[in-house]
Structure formats: C-alpha cells, structure tokens
C-alpha cells in the first residue's frame, strides 16, 4: 500500500524556471492539499481540492497552480520560480466527509530555486 | 477564523523525562483535533487525535485531553525517549475540508 506518493523527491531550479510537482495517492481519498513548510512557520498550505476536477486557493497561493485532472492525482505547478519558493514541499489527502479523519502525508519534496 | 497556536520550540529534554507541548485553538464551532509527528526526513504521520470536548487521544505513551473549556489540547508523555525526538505538529479539522496546523515544536531528547 503506497498510500501518498509524491515525485520528484528533489530538485534544484534556476529563477525564471517552470516545473510540476506530482502527488498521487491510492486510497480513494476526496480532498488533496499542498502545503509548503519553511523554517519556523509550520505549514502553511498553497491550494486544495475537495475532487476530481476541483481546486481551491489556501493561505499562500501566489506563484503556483494547481490541477486535479484526476481523483488519484494532485499536481502542483511553478511557473516562473523565484528563490522565495525555496521550501520543502508536502502533499497530504483525505477522506471526506467527516471532519474527524486524519490527513496522510507524503514524504516531501524538497526544492531549491537559484 | 480557525486557528492553532502550540509553544514555540525547541523543546531539548533528558531521557525519561516528563513532556509538555501546549497547544491552543480559536474555532468558531468543534473541531477535531490532532497531533502530529514528522521524523527526520519525513513526512508527517498522525500520532493521536480527539473528536469531542473530554475526549482523551493517546498512542505510544503519548497523550492529550480535549479541553473545550480551554480550547487547549496539550500534548504529554510521562517518560521520553530518544526515539521521541522530532518535530510535533498540533492541526485541526473543521467543516471537513479545513485543515490548520500549528508551527511545529523540535523535540530533542538527549540520552
């Protein structure tokens, strides 16, 4: 059981550069979130979808897009990186319905803008 | 809005020492609320949860009291290890899809 997979696990971007970060999850999960975690401010989260074709702004959404082409995936897209990006980056997902039920995250990834 | 504040870190304790990681909400309804933990190198994975005002979440020695009349939900542990070491995160659910952290306290315990 994989549970929430999230690809690339690293990456280094020069400024000005565009890239997609991949989250996919297999346990038929409704709601998606991205969060960004950054040295003493916790996470703070980027966008969500609460479904397939559905996403929402969250705390810091400026500079990213989001997709959730499918139920299974949820994509995270930079641009034009600017070094401000410079993060650690989580997927998380949910079962819907009940406000009870915890979040899985994936292991991160961790992004270097120069 | 819906919010959490835990105690800012770092937390440095001695092996079998006693654990406190406070931890409050501002909610306009009942959340849910949990505890988190990230790992070195980790992502973050549940640790205990409560559902209800009085509700007790425990797990791995761990433990935490829903206070409504607090809005509190500290965490403790009676005897820490160094395998304890890492950062807790304290998060809240409400209306389903709204999901809030705290800022993560470091715990580091030396042996």
């Known amino acids: 059981n994989a549970g929430v997979t999230q690809t690339p696990k690293f990456r280094v971007l020069k400024t000005g550069q565009s890239m997609t970060l991949l989250c996919a999850q297999d346990m038929n999960h409704e709601y998606m979130y991205w969060y960004r975690q950054d040295p003493g401010m916790g996470l703070r989260l980027i966008h969500y979808s609460v479904g397939e074709g559905t996403t929402a702004k969250g705390e810091v959404p400026d500079g990213y897009n989001v997709s959730r082409l499918k139920k299974q995936n949820f994509l995270l897209g930079l641009e034009s990186a600017a070094p401000s990006q410079t993060s650690v980056y989580f997927c998380?997902?949910?079962?819907?319905?009940?406000?009870?039920?915890?979040?899985?995250f994936g292991q991160g990834t961790r992004l270097t803008v120069v | 809005g819906n919010s959490v504040t835990q105690m800012e870190g770092p937390v440095t304790l001695s092996e079998e020492a006693f654990l406190t990681i406070n931890c409050t909400y501002t909610?306009?309804?009942?959340?849910?609320l949990f505890w988190y933990v990230q790992y070195p190198g980790e992502g973050l994975q549940l640790l205990l949860k409560a559902t209800k005002a009085d509700d007790k979440g425990s797990n791995k020695g761990f433990e935490a009291t829903y206070r409504k009349e607090t809005t509190s939900f500290h965490l403790e542990k009676g005897s820490v290890q160094v395998s304890d070491s890492a950062v807790y995160f304290c998060a809240l659910t409400y209306n389903n899809n709204d999901m809030r952290f705290g800022a993560g306290t470091r715990l580091t315990v030396k042996p």
């Open positions: 909610a306009t309804g009942y959340p849910s």
């Open positions: 998380a997902s949910r079962w819907a319905f009940q406000a009870n039920t915890e979040a899985f």
